[in-house]
Each structure stands twice: as C-alpha cells, then as structure tokens.
C-alpha cells in the first residue's frame, strides 16, 4: 500500500517566434540532421528535468487518502446524498477487475454493494442496500515532485530541506527499488511517539500549521445532507436534537435550523448518533469511506472543528449562540452574542457549567450579517475562527492548554467521545451549514504480534540521518510504524543490508539518502467517464490542486 510509480513525461517545446535567422544560411526548414540534434538535446533536458528537478509520479494505492487518492471510484450516497471516494485495487486485483466493494457513506454510513449478491463476501460488512451494476474505476493522482536528492547537498538549508508535515516520496526500505509516498512526521535525531492520535515530538505535541491542516480536516457530518433513515447495518443515525422538553429549537431535521427563544433560557441541541437515543452523546470515530467497512478502525476522535452560519432575526440583553466540544474530562465553549461580543471559555467536567474560566474575549465590528463561527480542538489548542480566520486573541497555544504525554495516555485508556453542542438563549436565530469535522487519528495498533514502531509506549529515537513517515489513511498505510513490510517479509532491502548489519540503519525509518523529494502538486488528478459506458478519457481538473 502507498507505492507510487513514475509514469513518462508529456512536455513539448516549440522553438521561440523572436530568435532571429541566422545571416548566413537560406531561412526554411531545418535540416533532418538538425532537427534530430533539436530532438536528441530537448530528449536530454527533459531527462535531466524529470530525473532530477521534477520528476512524475501517479499514486496507484490510498494509503495517502483523502490528500491524495489512489485508485478509486467516486460514488453518491444513496441515503444522504454525499459524494465520496471509494478505494478500488486491492492488493493483487487489476485496477480494471471484476472487484465491487462494499461502500460506506462518511457521512451517513449507509452500506452499498455494488454487483450480484450471490457473489457477496461473507467476511465482508453487510450492506444496507445491493445494487446490482458495477462501480467505474478511475486512476490515482499523478503529482510533480521536487526531484533533488536530501543526502546532505542541501542539509540546513532553510525552505529546501525535508521539513516535518511534508509530503515525500522515497525509496522504500524493503527493496530500494519500489517509490512510496507519506507524510514526514520525525526529523533526524527526535524522539517520536504517537499518543491517543496525535504525534509527540521530543515529549511535546506537534502541532500542524493551518496550511498543512486545511486537507487533513475530514468532514465527519454535514447536516446540509440529513440522512433520509438510520444506516442499519452500522447502527448509526447523525442528526441534531434538542436536549431539553418543549425547546426553542425548531427544524432540526432540515438544514436550516431555527432558534426561537427570544425569553428563553440556556436550551441546547446535541449531535447523536444513536438510532435509538437522541440524547446520547454522538459519537465522532476515525472512520475512512475510502477503506471498506471491515477496515474501520473505530477510535474515538476528540478532535474536531464545528461551525455554522449564524444569523441573528433578534435579541434580548445578553441574547447568544453558543458551540461546545469536548476532549476527555476538559469541555470547551464559544460564545457568540447578538451584541458582537465573543468568548472562548473551559470548564472541567467535574465542575459546575456556571463555574467556566473565561479564556479570552474579543469584539466583532457587526453581527448584523451572517457570521461563519467554528470551534475547534486540535493538536492540544484550542481555537475560534470567525469568517474562515483565526483570531489571535482567541487562539491557545499548547502552553496555554497543558497537555503532556502522561495526560494523553491517560485520555488512551478512557476514550471517551467528543459531546458537541450547540446552546443559544435570548435570541431569534437561524443556523445553516452545521459541520462536524475531524482531524487526522495516528493509530498506534500493533496488529497482533507485529513489532511496531514510533507507536504509543514504544516511542522510536531517530538518529542523525533517519527520518519517520506515516499515511494519511492511517489504518490502512504500510508505513514505518511496520517498517514498511507485511508479516513474513523482510523488513530491510539488500541495499540497507550492510548499514543494519553494521548498525547504521534502524528499522522504521527512512535514512536521508532514500528520500526524493516532496510532492507538491496534483497535475492531473485522474480521468473521467465521458459516457456512462464509454471509456475514462475526460480529464478532471477541476481537483487539480497543490499538495499540503
């Protein structure tokens, strides 16, 4: 899983329309010999080009997915109406071959097959719905990479070398030969450990900037799409409900909810997951449509980003929306009045609600619009973002909101979900576009007997020219938590022999000399069916788009 492999440059060249003739011969058509000696030295420049600056790479597996697809189809949700990537090519099956997996909606979780249920895998997760006509297959993403070798030419170079969160392709430990693709997570000489999802670096959470985060954001539940009845074979119905008898909120079950409390007290709307308890906490799992259902890995996922459109119709004195999420025994609000104040508050669980420690507050110039107000837990911070941006006022560093690897084990071994909510009192307001977004869960399963690396309780110490990587997809990425092998195969090529043999290569890494370089553009992310029967020979660039 998570190979990549070169596929042939397509560039063309045309002489320039300002050279000038030369003086001394008739203006025309080159000679043969001339044009071939144009051809053999243009040959040449794309080779050095593609060898070494930019060479090409297509992304056969999803081991990288949702950031970057492998092969795979694209299908809609039958029962919500979301439009979702399914992986496509097994290991040993042609891209084109007679495989029809079952499907599950992100979104809803509704289960599809696609094909004869006579020939439905009894291992496999039972499907809510059999539709009997095969899916069509499109190719993975072809990406350019920075082509320049990371053995020590350009060591401490700022902006040149590999930095952490990058998207690299190298040579994969277990044979020298085969190209993958996967995120650097650990520099030389760091000590990495992966804790209850996140990445800890030297004993400190890493924390991803917000350019590296916007791809790694998995929206979780998009309640512009209600799901028409619960996913029965998953057991799992999303919706948002009020909490309270005779609430204020009304239209829950359609995308625009309303709040009509203009007299009312605190009345809250909670998401729930259970089809048959609308007043459990929902709950927020590391799920990934593009693996089938028996893949799941079901970790709880406390962090996440809610938001919504919010507008105000009226307000008394004090009249407020407010979003809450939560992460282990610490709850955290913000607090939006129809005055334009803001808050961003914390409370322990064990503590009173009218108890809360008022983190930070801010001021908005006018709320008399709509305002995009998101709440989100990520990497030990908590944050505000009002209209797509992050306030500094409002943002808490993990200095600020403590936490330590021993708290993090601690959070492991109860893993409690996330409550989210959306409360509101004194006010008329309307809320569209509610979404529950999740990040990027690291797991740390050992898989049995397998020798695991870099995973919780078995941090890995990187020496002086190894690097640590990890997939996107990470239940379903042959990474260096494996040491990039399945079981019975040997974990080091012939050409890492004689380092492992010496000592100088450790397994679970990648040496410097290994990698190519980073990945920093989808320019060709696939084909599309121009028929539904014909060929896929239509080009979709629309999802052509740099690499984060």
Known sequence: ?????????????????????????????????????????????LLILKTFFLPLFIIPTGSM?????????????????????????????????????????????????????????????RPDEIIDQSMRAIDGDRIFVHGWPFDGMFAGVRDVEPDRWDVVVFKVPTDGETNYIKRLIGKPNEK???????????????????????????????????????????????????????????????????????????????????????????????????????????????????????????????????????KGFDHFYTRLYAGGKIELAHRKHDELPDTRNVWATDELPDTAGLVRLALLHLDGVVAVEVNGQQTDA??????????????????????????????????????????IERDVYYTSDVRGSRVAFGVQDRPIQLGPDEYFVLGDNSPNSQDARYSFARPGMDPVGPHLKERHERGDYQLGTVPGDQLIGPAFFVYWPGFLPLTPYGPNILPDLGRARWIH
């Not at 998401?271 to 906490?281: E, G, H, V």
């Not at 403590?402 to 989210?420: C, D, F, H, K």
Request: glycine share 8%; proline share 10%; net charge negative.
């Open 394 to 435: 409002l943002r808490y560093t993990p200095e600020q909101y403590e936490l330590t690897p021993a708290m993090a084990r601690a959070q492991s071994q109860n893993p409690r979900g996330p409550i989210v909510q959306v409360g509101a009192a004194g006010v008329v307001a309307t809320l569209r576009h509610l979404l």
């Open 192 to 326: 990495i450990e992966i804790i209850n999802g996140d990445i800890f670096v030297n004993d400190e959470i890493a924390t991803k900037p917000a350019h590296v985060q916007a791809p790694l954001w998995f929206r979780y539940y998009d309640h512009d799409y209600p799901p028409t009845e619960a996913a029965g074979q998953a057991a799992y119905h999303p919706r948002w409900g009020p909490l309270q008898a005779n609430s204020p909120w009304t239209d829950c079950d359609t995308r625009q909810v309303t709040f009509d409390g203009l007299d009312s007290e605190h009345a809250v709307l909670q998401f729930a997951t259970d089809p048959d308890n609308p007043r459990l906490p929902g709950v927020v799992e590391n799920i990934y449509a593009y693996n089938e259902p028996r893949q799941m890995a079901g970790q709880s996922v406390c962090d996440v980003r809610l938001s919504a459109e919010i507008e105000f119709q009226d307000a008394a004195p004090g009249g407020y929306v407010e979003l809450t999420t939560s």
């Open 65 to 125: 997915a949702e950031t970057l697809y492998g092969a795979h189809a694209i299908y809609t949700c039958p029962n919500c109406g979301v439009e979702y990537p399914i992986g496509w090519q097994p290991q040993g099956v042609p891209l084109h071959g007679p495989y029809q997996p079952v499907a599950q909606c992100p979104n809803c979780r509704w289960r599809v097959y696609h094909g004869n249920p006579t020939q439905l895998d009894s291992r496999r997760a």
């Open 1 to 45: 899983m998570g190979d990549t492999n070169a596929v042939p440059d397509k560039t063309t060249s045309v002489e320039p329309s300002y050279a000038p003739a030369p003086s001394h011969r008739r203006q025309g058509r080159e000679t043969w010999y001339e044009q071939f000696a144009s051809f053999v030295g243009f040959f040449v420049y």
